[in-house]
C-alpha cells in the first residue's frame, strides 16, 4: 500500500496555519474591565504568564480543533490516494499464444522460442517484481507481478500457442493499465511473431522480441457447407465450398480431402500459386448412417511435407438439414416475378405468397424467411428479412428511404454478410434505386447505399433499395445465391460456420426455448454446461477447432452438432514480420492512474467534525464559564 | 419610608428584633446583656426618654419630681451605640451600584435593629481612613435621619479600613457595638484593628459585601482589569485555571475573615446583592460565623 497526493499542490492551503496562529497570539485585544480589586486576580496573572506563547497555544482546545481543520481540509484538497500496489519498477511480459505461434520454426516451434524469451527477460531483468500477460484470444494476466523467479519459470514453461486469433494490442494495453496503476513505474516487453499487427502507445516504454523467422503456409481461411436439394433423386446432394489461400513465396500441389466422421467423402488435388487463393467446391451425397453432421477439409500436400502451421489447414463444416424453409412471398406488383422465379427454383423452400397486408396477421411469418417487394413491414417472428424496393419517403426498418433516382454503376460490396457470402455483383447494373441511409451499406453504387443492412441479433435482414426488374441482376447466379443464403440464414445453421464459431469466441448453440442445460462435448471428449436461456446457450472462449456436440435432456433428449475453426487470414500469414504504429496524439498515453482509493471525502467529513467541535466547544465553554463560589 | 428599607423589610426585622429580645431576656433582664463585669441591679444613671424607648424603664418618680420623662438605667442595660462602620471606597461602586446598595442596606438594617431596640445607632464612612462620623442616633425618629444619610454615600477614594477602624475607636467613649459593613478587600492590617477593637470591648460584626460578579465571574477571554482604587492593570486572560487562581484567593480571604471574627468573637456574615437584605440580618441577629 502507498500513500500518493493526486494534488499536491494544495498542500499550500496549509499555510493558512500561520495567519491563524498569529491571530491567537496577537489577537489579545483586550477588554478594559474595572473590578473591586486585581489583587485577587494577581495569582491567575502570574500563572498566566508563567505560560509561554507557545504552551497557550497548546491549551488553546479552539486552536488546535481550528488547526485540525485547517490540515484535513488542505490534505482532503491534495487528494490524498491509497495505492494498493507498489511503484517499483514492474517489468511486464506479453507473451503472444496466438495460433500462429504454433508454426514450427526450423527444429522448434514459435510458442518455444517465446518461452525462452520469456525466461531470459526474467532472469535478465535488474531486480523488481514482473507480470506475465498471456495475449491468446482474450488477454489475461497469468503471473504476477511477482518476484518469485521459479513461479514465473513455471508460469512461462506452461504457455502454449492457442487455435486462436491473438489480442497483441488489447494486451499491450492491459500492460500499460497494470504500469499506470504503479505510477508509471515500469517496461513491457512483448514476445511475438509479429504476426499480429498492434499499436504503441505514446509515453509507455516497450520492447519488442520477435521471435521465428518468415516461414511459407497454406490455409483453409473458409468454409461453407450447402445442401442442394436434387431434382432427379430423392437424395439432396451436399456441396462444401472453402477457399484455400497460399501464403507460400512458391506454388504449392495440394490435395483437399472432404471426410464425413471416418468416411472419406470427396477429394481434389490442385496447385495453389503463390500467393493466390483457391475456390474448393466439394460435393458429396450424405449418407443414412453418417455419425455426424460435420464435415472436416483437410488438407495434404504432395511436395514438401507438411506446412509451417497444421491448426488451418483443416476446417469443419455443419451440414444443414434437409428441412424446408418456409418462405413468405408478399409483393404489391403481380408483375414481379423475378424474385418469386428465384425462391421457387430451389426445392427447399416452401413458398407461399400473399399480399402485403397478409404479413401483418399475427403468427403469419413464425420460422419463416420474408421477402418483401414494394412493402415494408416490420414482421414479428420472421427469422429472416429481405425487403426491395421499399417506398421511398417513408422509414424502412431503420432505414431512411429516398426518392427513387438513375443510379451510377455499382462500386462496392460487402461479403461478410450471412446474406451476401459467395457473392458477387460484377457486372450488375441497377437502372433505378432509391438511396439508404441510417443503417450500415452493403452494395455501394459511389456514395449511394444501394443495399442497407437491417440485421437484428437473430434476425438477419437486408433493404434492397431497388426492385429486381430494376436491374440485370436476376440474370446472375447471384441472385439465386442470395436468396439461397437468406434460406440458410433462416436455418440457424450460416453464421456458425465461420462467423461467430471461431476460436476464441463464444459459441451459441439454438435449443428448444424450454431447454435450460445444455452440455458441450469438444473434439477430445471434453464436456462443458451452460445455462440455456431464450432458446439459446452460450459457450464462452471455444479455443479447440472442431467438430463440437451440443446435447439437451429436456424438455426431451436433442442434440446439435456444431463445427469451430480458426478461420484467421492473419494468424496463417506466416510471412508477415508484424509491424507497431504509434497511437495519435491524443490516444491514451501511461500516466499515473487512479486506480487507487481517495480519501478526501472522510478527510472532508473530519474537517467539518472539527469545525463543528470548535463550534460546540466555543458555545459550551461560555455557557460553563464559572461557578459561584460560596 | 426610604428604599433602603421598604416596609416588608422592617415587617421582618421587627420580628426578628422581638425574637432576639426574647432569646435576651430568658438570660437577663435587660435587654442586651453587658459584656462587662459588675452588679446586675445596680443604678447608673438617667437618660431623658426618647421615642421608642420602652416605658416600663421610665422613671416614674423623676418623672413626677421634673415633669420630664427619664430613663432609668442600671448597669446591666447600658447605654449601647452601634456604630456602623460602612466602607465606601471605590471597590464597593466597582461593577456598578449594586454592590453598593447592598451595603447600605446591610448598615440600615442593623441601624434599624439598633434604634428599634432603643439603642443609638452611628454611621461611621470610612474609605481611606475615617472620612466622617455622623452624630449618633437614637430611638424609631431617627431611622429617617439615619437612612438619609446611608442614602447619600457616595464610593470615592481607597481603602484603610485599618485606620479607619482605630480612629473610630479613638473617638469612642464607651465600647459599644461595631459593625464593619465592607468588601474587606482591603489588604490593609484591617484583622489588627479589629482585634483591637475586641480587646477593647467591643461587639464585633463583620459584614461582608461581595458583588455577584467577584462570587461567580461571568467573564471568558481577555481583559484588562482595572483596580477600581490604585488603578493597576492586570492583563489576564480568563480561563478555567485563571478562575481556579481567583477562587483560591478569594477562599482565603474568607478564611481571613473567619479567623479575625474566631479570634474577636465576632459575627461574620457574607451577603451579595442577589440575597434577600433579611436573610443576611437573620445570620447578623444569630451571630453565626460564614463559612
Not at chain 1, 38 to 62: G, I, K, Y
Not at chain 1, 498 to 511: F, H, K, M, N, Y
Request: charged share 25%.
Amino acid at each position: 500500500m502507498s500513500l500518493t497526493l493526486l494534488a499536491p499542490r494544495a498542500l499550500l492551503a496549509l499555510l493558512f496555519v500561520l495567519p491563524l496562529v498569529a491571530l491567537y497570539i496577537l489577537k489579545v485585544r483586550r477588554e478594559r474591565l474595572v473590578v473591586p480589586s486585581t489583587s485577587l486576580w494577581l495569582a491567575a496573572r502570574r500563572d498566566h504568564t508563567a505560560r509561554s506563547p507557545f504552551r497557550r497555544l497548546v491549551r488553546e482546545t479552539s486552536l488546535l480543533l481550528q488547526l485540525a481543520a485547517i490540515v484535513l481540509t488542505s490534505l482532503a484538497l491534495s487528494r490524498p490516494a491509497l495505492r494498493a500496489t507498489s511503484t517499483a519498477p514492474v517489468l511486464v511480459l506479453v507473451v503472444d499464444t496466438s495460433a500462429s505461434m504454433a508454426a514450427s520454426d526450423g527444429a522448434s516451434t514459435r510458442i518455444e522460442l517465446a518461452r525462452a524469451a520469456a525466461i531470459r527477460a526474467i532472469d535478465g531483468r535488474a531486480g523488481g517484481e514482473v507480470i506475465v500477460i498471456e495475449a491468446g484470444a482474450e488477454p489475461t494476466r497469468i503471473a504476477g507481478p511477482t518476484s518469485d523467479s521459479a513461479t514465473l519459470r513455471r508460469v512461462v514453461d506452461a504457455l502454449q500457442a492457442r487455435a486462436s486469433r491473438g489480442s497483441l494490442g488489447r494486451a499491450v494495453d492491459l500492460a500499460a493499465e497494470e504500469i499506470a496503476a504503479r505510477g508509471g513505474a515500469g517496461r513491457v516487453r512483448v514476445i511475438t511473431d509479429g504476426a499480429e499487427p498492434w499499436t504503441r502507445r505514446p509515453g509507455l516504454p516497450v520492447d519488442v522480441d520477435r521471435v521465428g523467422h518468415a516461414a511459407d503456409n497454406v490455409a483453409l481461411t473458409h468454409i461453407d457447407v450447402r445442401r442442394q436439394a436434387a431434382r432427379e433423386a430423392d437424395q439432396d446432394v451436399v456441396v462444401v465450398d472453402a477457399i484455400v489461400q497460399s501464403f507460400a513465396s512458391s506454388p504449392r500441389d495440394v490435395v483437399a480431402e472432404l471426410r464425413v466422421g471416418e468416411r472419406a467423402a470427396g477429394e481434389q488435388a490442385f496447385t495453389l500459386a503463390a500467393g493466390a487463393g483457391h475456390a474448393l467446391t466439394l460435393p458429396f451425397t450424405p449418407v443414412a448412417g453418417d455419425p455426424s453432421r460435420v464435415v472436416t477439409l483437410r488438407l495434404k500436400y504432395a511436395r514438401g511435407g507438411a506446412d509451417a502451421l497444421a491448426s488451418d489447414d483443416v476446417a469443419y463444416a455443419r451440414v444443414p438439414s434437409a428441412a424446408t424453409v418456409p418462405v413468405l412471398h408478399a409483393s404489391a406488383s403481380p408483375d414481379a416475378t423475378w424474385v418469386r422465379r428465384a425462391l421457387t427454383s430451389d426445392r427447399a423452400l416452401a413458398v407461399t405468397s400473399l399480399a402485403p397486408a397478409e404479413l401483418a396477421r399475427p403468427g403469419a411469418a413464425r420460422d419463416a424467411l420474408v421477402v418483401e417487394e414494394g412493402a415494408c413491414i416490420d414482421v414479428p417472428g420472421a427469422r429472416a428479412i429481405v425487403v426491395l424496393a421499399p417506398p421511398p419517403g417513408a422509414p424502412c426498418l431503420g432505414v431512411t428511404v429516398a426518392a427513387a433516382a438513375a443510379t451510377p454503376p455499382i462500386t462496392s460490396w460487402e461479403t461478410e454478410h450471412p446474406l451476401l457470402r459467395f457473392l458477387t455483383f460484377d457486372g450488375v447494373h441497377v437502372r433505378e434505386s432509391t438511396a439508404l441511409s441510417g443503417a450500415p451499406a452493403l452494395l455501394r453504387a459511389g456514395p449511394t447505399s444501394l443495399v442497407a443492412d437491417v440485421s437484428r441479433p437473430g434476425r438477419p435482414g437486408v433493404v434492397i433499395g431497388f426492385a429486381a426488374e430494376e436491374s440485370d441482376w436476376p440474370l446472375r447466379a447471384s441472385f439465386v445465391l442470395f436468396f439461397h443464403n437468406a434460406a440458410e440464414a433462416v436455418r440457424g445453421e450460416v453464421a456458425s460456420e465461420l462467423a461467430s464459431a471461431r476460436t476464441g469466441e463464444p459459441l451459441r448453440v439454438r435449443v428448444p426455448p424450454e431447454t435450460s442445460e445444455v452440455t458441450l462435448v469438444g473434439p477430445r471428449g471434453v464436456r462443458r454446461t451452460a445455462v440455456a436461456a431464450g432458446g439459446v446457450a452460450t459457450f464462452g472462449d471455444v479455443r479447440e477447432p472442431g467438430a463440437y456436440r451440443a446435447e439437451w435432456a429436456a424438455p426431451r433428449a436433442g442434440h446439435a452438432d456444431l463445427a469451430v475453426n480458426l478461420a484467421s487470414a492473419a494468424e496463417s500469414n506466416l510471412r508477415a514480420v508484424g509491424e507497431t504504429t504509434e497511437a495519435p496524439a491524443s490516444g491514451s498515453a501511461v500516466t499515473a492512474t487512479p486506480r487507487a482509493r481517495e480519501a478526501w471525502p472522510y478527510l472532508a467529513l473530519l474537517a467539518l467534525a472539527a469545525l463543528a467541535a470548535d463550534a460546540l466547544w466555543l458555545t459550551r465553554t461560555r455557557r460553563r464559564v464559572s461557578r459561584r463560589i460560596a | 419610608m426610604s428604599a433602603l428599607l421598604d416596609a416588608d423589610v422592617i415587617r421582618e426585622l421587627e420580628v426578628l428584633r422581638k425574637r432576639a429580645r426574647a432569646r435576651v431576656r430568658s438570660v437577663s433582664a435587660g435587654e442586651r446583656t453587658s459584656r462587662r463585669r459588675g452588679a446586675s441591679a445596680e443604678f447608673r444613671e438617667h437618660r431623658p426618654y426618647a421615642s421608642g424607648d420602652d416605658p416600663r424603664r421610665i422613671d416614674w418618680a423623676a418623672y413626677a419630681r421634673t415633669g420630664e420623662p427619664v430613663m432609668k438605667l442600671f448597669a446591666a442595660d447600658e447605654d449601647v451605640i452601634v456604630r456602623l462602620v460602612v466602607d465606601t471606597s471605590a471597590s464597593v461602586g466597582a461593577l456598578g451600584s449594586a454592590k453598593l446598595r447592598a451595603a447600605q442596606r446591610v448598615a440600615a438594617a442593623i441601624g434599624y435593629l439598633a434604634l428599634a431596640s432603643a439603642e443609638r445607632a452611628q454611621i461611621v464612612v470610612a474609605n481611606e481612613g475615617l472620612e466622617r462620623a455622623h452624630e449618633p442616633a437614637r430611638g424609631r425618629s431617627s431611622l429617617p435621619k439615619l437612612l438619609t444619610a446611608l442614602d447619600a454615600l457616595e464610593p470615592r477614594g481607597g481603602t484603610d479600613l485599618a485606620r479607619a477602624v482605630e480612629d473610630t475607636l479613638g473617638r469612642a467613649r464607651s465600647p459599644g457595638i461595631l459593625a464593619i459593613v465592607s468588601d474587606f478587600l482591603d489588604g490593609g492590617p484591617w484583622d489588627h484593628a479589629v482585634t483591637r477593637a475586641a480587646a477593647a470591648g467591643h461587639e464585633i460584626v463583620l459584614v461582608q459585601v461581595l458583588a455577584d460578579e467577584e462570587l461567580e465571574p461571568p467573564w471568558d477571554g481577555d481583559f484588562e482589569l482595572e483596580d477600581a482604587e490604585t488603578g493597576e492593570i492586570v492583563e489576564i486572560t480568563v480561563s478555567p485555571e485563571a478562575l481556579q487562581a481567583y477562587e483560591t484567593e478569594l477562599r482565603a480571604n474568607f478564611a481571613r475573615l473567619r479567623d479575625v471574627a474566631s479570634r474577636a468573637r465576632a459575627a461574620y456574615v457574607r451577603t451579595s446583592p442577589s440575597e434577600p437584605i433579611c436573610a443576611a440580618m437573620r445570620r447578623v441577629v444569630a451571630r453565626e460565623v460564614q463559612a
